[in-house]
């Protein structure tokens, strides 16, 4: 089975289970004149709709490459969450305005044992629906899926706690349906800008994952012939659709033959191993002066803010030498460069120094 054709899959569950719930809690909220079960009804329905959402993000994202998008529509998926947290949004907005009056003004409530066995049961399916949208998202990296999974798990909190309210209202007469429904309100609210957040950053363009970039690094470096991988550079174009650069450090005497064989099995190794299409670009290497490298890492260990210091190479015949640096994004990385080229310059003075400036984008 594809991964789109699982995410149509578990979501059509989803989708049937919800609509279930939809009925049997709308019918208990208006015979009970229950505004909290009502409530937990129409977040049901959101959760449907945004199964149906999901399927066509899904449908549309499997789209082939073409002409206009050589990339492929990967990246409509984001644009599927978005919609998603919008309508949740809309949702819980729409709950908080018709609760808050409840609270001053509650509503004789009746609930029968039918109505209780019921939520209860709606806790119970939504735990193991929840559980098992969210281990399929996990499983087959899908965005939107790992919401609608966590968010049924939360569902099953919120449904909880109307049983709960329900409970105290047959023994001890008291109506929490107004808070109650002011909290699940606020609860579907905050959930929705979490996932619009999260949505946004990936179309954004967040940070690669640490441990993600880490790996690459070390696969890289087990490559006979590689002593270093910097540089790296991820894209995604969809949850699934990943590419990239990175460049490796290598002696200065290979030929570009064998640099070409190098770099081309190193491509091949990170898409078996990850599915990333990288391209590969080259730091020659010599050690001829070793001793300038070795006094600039060392100055470079005197401050903080300097994360890395790579690509460092001597060009003779110009009286040049040139590395690149990677300084903290909050630190005053112009004058951090300046104050390493100074006292380089000031111990090894035949020289003239170019600093190349990288960013933090990995690790």
């Known amino acids: 089975m594809t991964r789109q054709e699982k995410i149509v899959k578990t979501s059509i569950i989803g989708i049937v289970v919800n609509l279930i719930l939809v009925a049997f809690k709308a019918t208990i909220g208006i015979l009970v004149n229950s505004i909290a079960i009502t409530l937990d ?39 599927s969450s978005v919609i998603i947290a919008a309508i949740v949004l809309w949702a819980g907005i729409t709950a908080l305005m018709e609760s808050w009056p409840k609270i001053f003004n509650p509503d004789v409530t ?30 087959i990296n899908s965005q939107a899926l790992v919401a609608s999974g966590s968010d049924a798990l939360f569902d099953a909190i919120l449904s909880l706690s109307t049983l709960i309210a329900a409970i105290i209202s047959i023994f001890w007469h008291i109506s929490l349906e107004g808070i109650l429904g002011v909290i699940i309100s606020i609860v579907i609210i905050k959930a929705s800008i979490d996932m619009l957040r999260e949505t946004v950053d990936s179309m954004i ?11 690459i690094k070390e696969s890289i470096c087990e490559v006979p012939g590689v002593y270093g991988a910097y540089d790296l550079s991820l894209h995604n174009y969809g949850p699934e659709d990943m590419q990239g ?20 099995n190193i491509a091949i190794k990170i898409f078996e191993e990850f599915s990333i299409i990288l391209t590969v670009g080259i730091y020659a290497r010599n050690d001829k002066h070793h001793e300038i490298r070795e006094d600039l890492e060392k100055i470079a260990s005197e401050y903080e803010e300097v994360l890395e210091i790579h690509g460092f190479i001597v060009f003779e015949e110009m009286n040049l030498a040139t590395f690149d640096i990677i300084v903290d994004f909050d630190a005053d990385r112009e ?29």
């Open 245 to 264: 650069s990175v460049h490796v450090e290598v002696d200065d005497t290979l030929s570009a033959l064998e640099i070409h064989n190098l770099t081309r």
């Open 335 to 363: 004058k951090v460069k300046n104050e390493i080229s100074d006292k380089i310059k000031q111990l090894h003075p035949q020289f003239n120094y170019i600093i190349i400036d990288d960013y933090d984008v990995s690790d």
């Open 110 to 139: 009746s609930y029968t044992t039918v109505s209780l066995i019921i939520i209860a049961v709606a806790v119970v399916v939504k735990i193991v629906l929840g559980k098992y949208v969210k281990r399929v998202g996990e499983n």
């Open 205 to 215: 363009g967040s940070r690669v994952d640490s441990e993600l970039s880490r790996k």
């Open 41 to 79: 009804a129409v977040n049901n329905l959101t959760d449907a709709l945004s199964s149906i959402i999901t399927i066509i993000g899904a449908k549309l994202a499997g789209k082939a490459p073409d002409k206009n998008h050589p990339y492929g529509y990967g990246r409509i998926e984001y644009f």
